[in-house]
């Protein structure tokens, strides 16, 4: 009996000391997330730069028998 009362002091111990590191965790994963965030919209914005590029590249020698040839 005494050290099931035992048992169940220590496990509210540890819950309780193990709140701060959760939120801890929770913090980092959405930084991490923020960060995956930006990367992923840089890299959208330099696909769709190359995209505008290339379309301008394409649409410009439709007069051009040697720019169609290229």
Same mark, same amino acid.
Do not use: H, N, W, Y
């Given at each position: ?19 701060? =590191?959760?939120?801890?965790?929770? &913090?980092?994963?959405?930084?991490? =997330?923020? &960060?995956?965030?930006?990367? &992923?919209?840089?890299?959208?914005? %330099? ?14 020698? %439709?007069? %051009?028998?040697?720019?169609?040839? %290229?």
């Amino acid at each position: 009996m005494i050290f099931r009362l035992l048992r169940l002091i220590l496990v509210a111990l540890v819950v309780v000391a193990a709140q701060p =590191s959760f939120d801890a965790m929770a &913090q980092a994963i959405g930084q991490g =997330s923020a &960060q995956l965030i930006a990367d &992923q919209t840089k890299a959208i914005k %330099d696909l769709t730069a190359k995209t505008d590029g290339l379309e301008k590249k394409v649409g410009a020698p %439709d007069q %051009d028998d040697a720019g169609l040839v %290229d």
